[in-house]
């Protein structure tokens, strides 16, 4: 590993510790920036938490109240309420959260709040926001992160990891804009093992297709088998497939380690995850079952926080086939460090990369890639 990304990633815990406490100031009435699902969510936890919120701000409203709370555009907004608490209520992969604080700060905002700056005391109000957590998560597995850098084949990807860790704890906030230039999922890492080979797909977590069609798209698959849990997204899957007369098989199961029935949540904005509480119950399975001695060259994980337990279903699939995997990277905090942990574990004279592919760390990927088939 190069040294100065060791360094870096063992200076987090005291730059944090340098770092001025953020909380909101009491009796203060606060603006959210957004309107969207997560904005109204952090609406309705400031409020629980007894902080007056006084509305809403966005560029160009649509609506005029939202929730009961009036909606200002930044010419409303701007001259008399600067110097009231502004928390940045939009949190997905579209909209870098440095370019959204910067374009609130241009408008006269005087105190801004990230949502890593609010996560910390409204969690337990909020509950599972992808890889949002109170900051010890990280600080206290450094080491673990530290193991997880020294999987990495490259420099690249040991540097994007601490970058993300970084970025999360609200000290590399510029990293909200950053993209790696290659594509998600099928670009040099992955596609150059294959030549010009046809190959065998696994998508767990097909959603609509559209991965799978874009990898038909370059390379020459010969069989795949895709996996959707949810109804909606599994019927249009199989009306995608269908309309291209290539051979794939869908089956409308989500990835674990076993058969089950699960509860799931659809979440707030973006994407969805496996919950006690969830509102609607999926099947999952293991791929080892469900895919017993067959033979599989690339095998594609974005299953919504799930990923750890769909590798622990496919082990014996893994160490037959030696396939290609791609895994989402960003779903829960622990992810960054426990995902190559464990494929390292499993997986023999692999290499292995990380690539930031969209804005504030959503949709970060790892890559395994056999150095010899």
């Given at each position: 590993m190069a040294p100065s990304v060791l360094k870096e990633l063992h200076s987090l815990p005291q730059r944090y510790a340098n770092r001025p406490t953020r909380d909101l100031p009491e009796g203060k009435s606060i603006w959210i920036f957004g309107?969207?699902?997560f904005g109204r969510d952090l609406c309705v936890a400031l409020q629980n938490t007894a902080h007056p919120v006084a509305g809403f701000v966005e560029t160009k409203p649509s609506?005029?109240?939202?929730?009961?709370l009036p909606v200002l555009n930044w010419q409303q907004w701007s001259p008399t309420h600067t110097a009231e608490p502004l928390c940045i209520g939009i949190f997905n992969r579209g909209m870098p959260l440095d370019q959204l604080e910067a374009l609130a700060r241009q408008h006269g905002a005087q105190d801004v709040f990230l949502p890593w700056d609010l996560y910390r005391s409204l969690r337990n109000q909020m509950g599972w926001r992808?890889?949002?957590?109170e900051p010890e998560r990280i600080l206290d597995k450094?080491?673990?992160?530290?193991a997880a850098l020294e999987c990495m084949d490259d420099e690249v990807s040991q540097r994007c990891m601490v970058n993300i860790a970084a970025f999360r704890l609200g000290l590399n906030t510029a990293y909200g804009s950053f993209q790696h230039p290659e594509n998600q999922y099928f670009n040099p890492l992955t596609l150059n093992a294959f030549q010009s080979n046809a190959l065998r797909f696994v998508d767990g977590g097909a959603y609509n297709g559209d991965t799978y069609l874009e990898l038909c798209s370059v390379a020459n698959v010969q069989k795949a088998y895709l996996f959707e849990p949810d109804g909606e997204n599994f019927a249009q899957l199989t009306k995608n497939v269908a309309q291209t007369g290539r051979m794939a098989q869908c089956l409308p199961l989500g990835l674990s380690e076993s058969?089950?029935?699960?509860?799931?949540?659809?979440g707030s904005g973006e994407g969805a995850a496996i919950s006690e509480n969830g509102t609607s119950h999926i099947a999952v399975a293991a791929l080892d079952d469900v895919l017993t001695g067959c033979i599989v060259d690339f095998i594609k994980l974005d299953v919504e926080g799930a990923e750890l337990r769909a590798l622990q279903g496919a082990q014996k699939l893994i160490h037959r086939s030696r396939p290609v995997l791609a895994l989402s990277l960003y779903h829960c905090p622990q992810d960054l460090w426990e995902l190559p942990l464990a494929l390292s574990s499993m997986c023999e004279d692999y290499r292995f990369h990380v690539r930031q592919h969209y804005f504030n760390s959503f949709d970060s990927v790892l890559y395994a890639v056999p150095k010899h088939r």
């Open positions: 309107t969207g699902q609506a005029a109240q939202v929730i009961g992808f890889w949002l957590s450094t080491q673990s992160l530290a058969h089950q029935i699960l509860s799931f949540n659809a």
